[in-house]
């Protein structure tokens, strides 16, 4: 899924987006593929940063370095 937020978030540049990835694509790879636009409106930016942080906090990697530097 690509997610596209912000003030420019609208159905031409969702448009522009989608004929440019589908244009330079196999149909296999973008046969699922979801192009739209955000419902977070505003909050966007902020949740998506704290999706990543959390993200890469409690990855397992992460997870398994710390517990690791316990022992």
Known sequence: ???IAGSLA???LVAAIRSSVYAQSLPRATRHLEIRTSTFSAD???IGLASLA???H???RNVNLRLDADD
């Open 1 to 3: 899924m690509i997610v």
């Open 54 to 56: 959390i993200n890469d």
């Open 44 to 46: 966007a930016a902020a």
């Open 10 to 12: 609208g159905t031409p």
């Open 58 to 60: 409690y990855s397992a």
